[in-house]
């Protein structure tokens, strides 16, 4: 049984003496204090050993500091590093000192030589001078010597050299194949490409990206701005230029002289009335049937003033009831040609021309509303109409329609950063756990189109990147121990990707085949300068 003894910090060596003198089991073990010197030295640990050797125990030591342990292990004690190390085996102290013999001291320690003098109570002063002097003591030793160190027979120093030529040998071939060998073996990751399509949604109410759910900080922006665009028309009309004229016959209906000023009025009397006026003043004499003529043009342009001879028959207004009216010849010269109008196409596309010029400035001006870090995308701006103005209406004839415009335009800011954020997580999540991206390999392109849901802005970026797959170094030396470089360079291109062909050094060089240890073979891993660690 092992009893463990604990040590206080402030005992003495012969404290410490006096505590193993009272232990009675066979095996005892001094759990020393951090930092406790007493030890330190071969004759303190001597004593204590003896102290053991006495009582007939073996003396064990539980302690970390380094000069305990090597007096300690000078003297054979066993010493431990922890309190739960020396229940797990038998241990025992090999003291190499004599044992000490508890009742008679002397008992245990080995004879005196034999060329040492006796000298005991005993011996009177005779004896004494029966001894040998020194100078004989001396030649004795010397003849001793001489004899023990007598040549020993050939075969024996025969066997004796062929043995330590077989360890040497032996040792050699040992530390040949097994410690000198050494290999380095250099591999460059390669790159493998990954193609993205992420959703993002510019959400003006986060602060923070969402890079779950794609979506980023964003920061409404405004503008108010008054546009003035012009564009020609694009209508075509046919409109009456024209007036058809003619003569006209007056018969007087009464017997009364009748005087029709010019700009009397007299219209056909079939389908719908075309109205002509006289040019000229014209009189009727007192009589019944008197006739005369009178130059006439028609009211309106066009050639509906065109009419076929007789069919003027009607006097408008008060004298109709006295005179009668004729036209014996057709009118002529009535005529209309194209002109340009304005139609709602015209109203239409210039609303639309204008629409894109105030965007294409509000776009300049939003952009140096830009906080640092942040893009506007062009498509997210978004145009309110507050008026409208046209300088003509829909059919009107016009070469040239112009309109002002007032409009409120407001777009997105998105911050940079977050972008980047989202879209290297969501890149991340593509690839295998262990692979990491290539940094400046992330290349991004915004698909054509967005989405505006009230104040959010919904866009599609496709994202271009490079990962590496990491190379563990323990994986490295399982696959390229004993094996020739050749094999290994295929196993280790099968294994992973790589930039380029491993590189194996060989240290020697003429080894066929790298070290069988792991701790002999050294890998070193390549990573570019780019790759996010």
């Known amino acids: 049984m092992t009893e463990i003894l604990p040590i206080d910090p402030d005992a003495t060596i012969e404290g410490v003496r006096r505590q193993l003198a ?33 009582q007939r125990c073996h003396l064990g030591l539980i302690t970390r500091d380094e000069t305990t342990r090597k007096a300690a292990d000078q003297l054979g004690i066993p010493v431990f590093f922890h309190t739960s190390d020396v229940n797990r085996r038998t241990w025992r102290m090999h003291p190499p000192l004599p044992l000490i013999h508890s009742r008679n001291p002397a008992a245990a320690l080995p004879e005196p030589p034999t060329w040492r003098p006796r000298r005991g109570r005993a011996e009177t002063i005779v004896d004494q001078m029966a001894q040998p002097t020194a100078h004989l003591i001396r030649q004795r030793r010397i003849r001793s010597e001489a004899s023990r160190q007598a040549a020993l027979p050939t075969w024996l120093r025969l066997v004796g050299v062929i043995a330590v030529l077989s360890l040497t040998v032996l040792f050699l071939a040992m530390f040949a194949f097994y410690v000198l060998p050494a290999a380095t073996i250099t591999l460059a990751p390669g790159r493998e490409p990954v193609t993205v399509t ?4 510019a959400n003006p109410n986060l602060s923070e990206p969402d890079l779950d759910n794609n979506q980023l900080p964003a920061r409404l922006i405004q503008t108010s701005i008054e546009q ?22 007056f018969s007087n209906l009464g017997g009364t002289q009748v005087f029709i000023p010019a700009g009397s009025t007299v219209s056909t009397s079939t389908g719908t009335p075309i109205l002509f006026r006289t040019t000229a003043d014209t009189g009727l004499e007192a009589r019944v049937g008197a006739r005369a003529s009178a130059p006439i043009e028609a009211v309106e342009p066009g050639i509906e003033g065109n009419v076929r001879a007789n069919t003027i028959n009607t006097v408008e207004g008060a004298l109709r009831y006295r005179i009668g009216v004729s036209n014996p010849d057709a009118t002529v010269s009535g005529g209309s040609e194209q002109v340009l109008v304005v139609t709602q196409a015209d109203r239409d596309n210039l609303l639309e021309q204008l629409k894109k010029e105030v965007a294409t400035k509000a776009y300049g001006i939003l952009k140096g509303e830009l906080k640092a870090g942040e893009w506007l995308p062009e498509e997210s701006l978004q145009t309110f109409v507050d008026s409208s103005n046209y300088s003509q209406f829909n059919d009107e004839q016009a070469s040239e329609l ?6 409120l335009v407001r777009g997105v800011a998105v911050d940079e950063a977050s972008t980047r954020r989202v879209l290297f997580a969501s890149t991340q999540r593509q690839i295998p756990q262990q692979g990491k991206l290539v940094a400046d390999s992330l290349t991004t392109l915004r698909a054509p189109g967005i989405t505006i849901d009230g104040d959010n802005v919904e866009f599609t970026v496709t994202v271009k990147a490079q990962y590496v797959v990491p190379i563990d170094p323990a994986d490295v030396r399982k696959l390229a121990v004993g094996g020739t470089p050749k094999t290994v360079i295929e196993a280790l291109q099968k294994r992973w990707p790589l930039e380029r062909v491993p590189e194996i050094y060989q240290d020697p060089a003429w080894l066929k085949t790298l070290p069988i240890l792991n701790n002999r073979i050294q890998v070193r891993i390549e990573y570019a300068d780019d790759v996010k660690k």
């Open 22 to 54: 009272q232990v009675r089991t066979d095996h005892v073990a001094l759990a020393l204090p951090v930092g406790w010197t007493e030890l330190d030295n071969v004759a303190r640990m001597r004593l204590l050993q003896r102290q053991a050797q006495i």
């Open 198 to 201: 992420v959703p993002l949604t």
């Open 228 to 249: 003035v665009g012009k564009m020609p028309t694009t209508g075509r009309q046919q409109k009456a230029v024209d007036k058809a004229q003619g003569t006209v016959v």
């Open 402 to 407: 112009t309109l002002t415009l007032r409009s």
